[in-house]
Nanobody, 119 residues
Framework: QVQLVESGGGLVQPGGSLRLSCAAS????????WGWYRQAPGTSRELVAS???????EYADSVKGRFAISRDNAKNTVYLQMNSLKPEDTAVYYC?????????????WGQGTQVTVSS
């Protein structure tokens, strides 16, 4: 059974930084696609950043220039460095991993970690 374990959330003041981590545990080869999502109360889950196996990355407009996604394939881990945090970044952050084998995609979600930006 493959699981994603997230860490790094917490309370930070506006303008501060946090680094989230998400590690895949269990028997699985290198993850093809990683994504970080967030969900604030009363809103739908939105994709914040993604990292494909070829190294390409994408970001939501709201976080461009402030957030950076990176991956360590040897550790099957993805990171989200969040700088210049704003109160509107407050949400539960979830990682997602997609592994495709023989045209079958397996999607796995992390348990979520709370990020609160407040003075």
């Amino acid at each position: 059974q493959v699981q994603l374990v997230e860490s790094g959330g917490g309370l930070v003041q506006p303008g501060g930084s946090l680094r989230l981590s998400c590690a895949a545990s269990g028997s699985i080869s290198v993850i093809d696609w990683w994504g970080w999502y967030r969900q604030a109360p009363g809103t739908s889950r939105e994709l914040v950043a993604s990292s494909a196996f070829d190294g390409s990355t994408e970001y939501a407009d709201s976080v461009k220039g402030r957030f950076a996604i990176s991956r360590d394939n040897a550790k099957n881990t993805v990171y989200l460095q969040m700088n210049s945090l704003k109160p509107e970044d407050t949400a539960v952050y979830y990682c997602q991993a997609i592994k495709t084998v023989a045209a079958t995609a397996t999607r796995i979600w992390g348990q979520g970690t709370q990020v609160t930006v407040s003075s």
